[in-house]
């Protein structure tokens, strides 16, 4: 069969909020700790303990909402969503099915083709996680860490508006971007504050029924998705070409082998047994608290990146990618306030901190040195105090322990050596010692020079400004 095939594809992408602390009671949040250190008899689901919303939740999810033009349901309440499971304390999770805080909403992205599409948000939900279970072949037993238990979740539901891979990451990209600059989230997928469960099924072009869908977890990076989603899409194709029938099933996807298996068959609400959650009070949202919400929602990347366009003459490509992460927009803002020109701190953004963050795996929310330090890092090098290559290197020490770099030139001894006579005298050990080089350069081989400014730059063990030294050179040559 040659039939053409439309892929249609849904997410379910839960954010945990960057509160300090859980969604109904006072535990810490923070990632990393040791397993069951963060724990108390709410979160750990013991008998008699009473939940209490924490407000942060609430308003976080509201702006997100604003951000992503939903409706905001006025007057909300929490479910209980009842299912059996090691991770899950209470053997129910606390949810929002019948009176979601957010409805009917969606973001704009921009296609393959260079247009615009807009994919819808069905809902959003407050929601509190799971612990996690950790599986031990050594000892073939599992262990569960309630840390997480708790922890504050927003899920958002999309329309099944997307249609290729592409989308969806444009889309999540969209989502993480917003999320991030409103501070509601880190969105690090690698530490599982940002998880998207995939919905996906395939249709025959032109065919107004959607296919069956399969739902696939275990999705932790874009490119996990990407694999994911075409993974999926073949193997649907495969069997509806064969004549056999698609599943509708959770799936599991194992990115190291390329392929996903089947985890159980898929529920529907029914069978969660949703009843509204006794023990927390209905959530009424005032016109106040709305107004105020909206009040504090940040400028977002399309207008920042209007406005660095308009105020700093920087190349558009740098625009892209310093708004694309929200620490750095900020960072670069910060040092451009305190004197720094905006190309040169572009500059340094752009090259030496994405080399290091890259080479270090570092994540621009992780990044350590301040504003003031870049800035005066930017100082010493336009008064020519220091060199670019003594910059490069101060500024390394600079992205691991944030020192502040004009007391560490000091400290060190880096200053450029504008001794003219020191320079000279050096200048003149160089030429007598390389004869040839000499020679080369005074037949006509320009290249000649780099080596004699290269050895001089050496016997002042980089202290000095290779400009002069060429000039000196060419002087004395």
């Given at each position: 069969m040659n039939k053409q095939y439309e892929t249609v594809i849904g997410l379910e992408v839960h954010v945990e909020l960057a509160t300090k602390t859980k969604i109904f009671c006072g535990c810490s949040t923070a990632f990393g700790a040791q397993p069951n250190t963060q724990t108390c008899p709410v979160c750990t689901g013991m008998p008699g303990s009473l939940p209490v919303l924490n407000k942060q939740v609430l308003e976080y999810a509201i702006a997100v909402g604003l951000a992503t033009n939903c409706n905001i349901?006025?007057?909300?309440?929490?479910?209980?969503?009842?299912?059996?499971?090691?991770?899950?304390?209470?053997?129910?999770?606390?949810?929002?099915l019948y009176l979601p805080i957010c409805r009917n909403g969606g973001v704009e992205i921009e296609t393959a083709e260079g247009g615009v599409k807009t994919v819808g948000i069905h809902e959003i939900h407050m929601?509190?996680?799971?612990?996690?279970?950790?599986?031990?072949?050594?000892?073939?037993?599992?262990?569960?860490?309630?840390?997480?238990?708790?922890?504050?979740?927003?899920e958002i539901v999309s329309e099944p508006d997307m249609r290729s891979a592409e989308e969806v990451i444009a889309y999540l990209e969209k989502l993480r971007l917003v999320i991030q600059y409103l501070g509601a989230s880190d969105c690090k997928l690698q530490e599982g504050s940002m998880r998207a469960d995939v919905n996906l099924s395939v249709r025959e072009a032109g065919a107004k029924e959607f296919g069956t869908?399969?739902?696939?977890?275990?999705?932790?990076s874009f490119k996990a998705i990407t694999r994911a989603i075409e993974g999926e899409r073949d193997r649907q194709i495969d069997l509806i070409e064969s004549g056999e029938s698609v599943v509708q099933e959770t799936r599991r996807w194992d990115d190291?082998?390329?392929?996903?298996?089947?985890?159980r068959s898929k529920e529907d609400a029914q069978d969660y047994r949703y009843f509204p959650d006794p023990d927390l009070t209905p959530i009424s949202v005032s016109e106040e608290m709305l107004a105020e919400i909206r009040a504090k929602q940040p400028e977002f990347r399309t207008e920042k990146m209007k406005r660095y366009k308009a105020e700093f003459d920087i190349p558009d490509y740098d625009i892209e990618i310093i708004t694309g992460e929200k620490p750095l927009a900020d960072l670069f803002e910060a040092t451009v306030a305190l004197g720094g020109q905006p190309k040169k701190v572009s500059n340094w953004l752009m090259g030496e901190t994405l080399r290091l963050m890259k080479e270090r795996e570092t994540d621009a929310s992780d990044l350590c040195f301040s504003p003031e330090h870049l800035a005066k890092?930017?100082?010493?090098?336009?008064?020519?105090?220091?060199?670019?290559?003594?910059?490069?290197?101060?500024?390394?020490?600079?992205?691991?322990?944030?020192?502040?770099?004009?007391i560490y030139v000091e400290e060190k001894g880096l200053k450029t050596v504008t001794d003219e006579g020191a320079l000279k005298k050096t200048v003149e050990e160089v030429i007598?010692?390389?004869?040839?080089?000499?020679?080369?350069?005074?037949?006509?081989?320009?290249?000649?020079?780099?080596?004699?400014?290269g050895q001089t730059m050496k016997a002042m063990k980089g202290k000095a400004d290779p400009g002069a030294v060429n000039q000196m050179l060419k002087e004395l040559l």
């Open positions: 349901t006025r007057y909300a309440k929490f479910d209980r969503k009842n299912y059996f499971y090691p991770d899950n304390p209470q053997n129910y999770q606390i949810s929002q929601e509190e996680d799971a612990g996690k279970l950790i599986h031990d072949e050594w000892e073939d037993c599992s262990l569960v860490d309630y840390n997480r238990s708790g922890v504050p979740l927003i869908r399969t739902e696939m977890k275990n999705l932790n190291t082998k390329g392929e996903s298996y089947a985890m890092l930017i100082g010493l090098t336009e008064r020519k105090e220091i060199n670019s290559s003594v910059a490069k290197e101060v500024f390394e020490v600079m992205f691991e322990k944030d020192i502040d770099p004009e007598a010692a390389n004869p040839q080089s000499v020679e080369d350069y005074r037949n006509g081989k320009e290249k000649a020079i780099g080596f004699l400014v």
